[in-house]
């Protein structure tokens, strides 16, 4: 499966971004559990939050609970990451992932898409 992550941008603190990750070329996205990481320059990657393709079930990193949300948007074979009151903190290249794992708590990336880019101005 190829997965392609959008939506990224330029946003004020507090503003909101809704990225999205679109899948092509394999089983239909909802056939994978699907996780967004975060990476700023230097760091290693950061699970943001993953969703099971098993009813759904949803994690998220302590930042970000409160004000992302992760669903499916089966129609668009895409998984969307919808952020809100975002923050100087949020800045950062964000990657979505697909797994076969059952659920979110061992959850393991077989596919990486491109990352995209967001960056929160003070």
């Known amino acids: 499966v190829q997965l392609q992550a959008s939506g990224g941008g330029l946003v004020q603190t507090g503003g909101s971004l809704t990225l999205s990750c679109a899948a092509s070329?394999?089983?239909?996205?909802?056939?994978?559990?699907v996780g967004w990481f975060r990476q700023i320059q230097g760091k290693e990657r950061e699970r943001i939050s993953c969703i099971s393709h098993v009813h759904g079930t949803a994690d998220y990193a302590e930042s970000a609970k409160g004000r992302f949300t992760v669903f499916r948007d089966n129609a668009k074979n895409s998984v969307i990451l919808q952020m809100t009151n975002l923050t100087p903190d949020d800045t950062g290249d964000y990657y979505c992932?697909?797994?076969?794992?059952?659920?979110?708590?061992?959850?393991?990336?077989?596919?990486w898409g491109q990352g995209t880019q967001v960056t929160v101005s003070s």
């Open positions: 070329g394999g089983l239909p996205i909802d056939y994978y559990t």
């Open positions: 992932s697909a797994g076969f794992a059952l659920g979110i708590d061992h959850y393991f990336p077989d596919y």
